[in-house]
C-alpha cells in the first residue's frame, strides 16, 4: 500500500491526540489462526478498546501496527516500560494509552498487504 503519511500525520495533529494508530478493514493475505490487533472505535475516531482476534470481518478495524505520537514522549513511554520490566509496546503502552488519553484511529482506504509467512511472499496476487 502506498498509504500517505502526510495526511495521517495531519489527521493526528488536528485531533490532538496522544497517539494515532494507523487501522484497515482491507486485509490482503490476513492468514487464519494468526493474531492481529483489533480496535473498537468510536464514531469521532477515537480508540476506546482493543482486543486479539484471530478471526477476522470485514467490520473489524484492524491494527497494522503503526503509530504516531511525539517522538519524546515515546521515548517516555518506552523507558518507563523497560524500567518495569515490560518489553511489549501494544500490551504495555498502547493499552494503557487507550485507557488515559485521547487515541485516535486513522483508517486508510489502501488494501493492506500482511506477510504472515513465506507463502505470502510467494503468491503472486
Known sequence: ANIDFEKMLKFHEEK???CTALVTRHPIHKERDTPITTYDIKEDGQIVGADLAC???EADNMG??????E???LIGLLSRTA???????RRDVFLDLIKTDKVMAY????SILFIDDLSCYLNPT
Open 64 to 69: 497494522i501496527s503503526t503509530f504516531i505520537m
Open 71 to 73: 517522538r519524546e514522549d
Open 107 to 110: 483508517e486508510t482506504e489502501e
Open 83 to 89: 524500567r518495569e520490566g515490560n518489553m511489549s509496546f
Open 16 to 18: 490532538g491526540a496522544r
Open 55 to 57: 478471526e477476522i470481518s
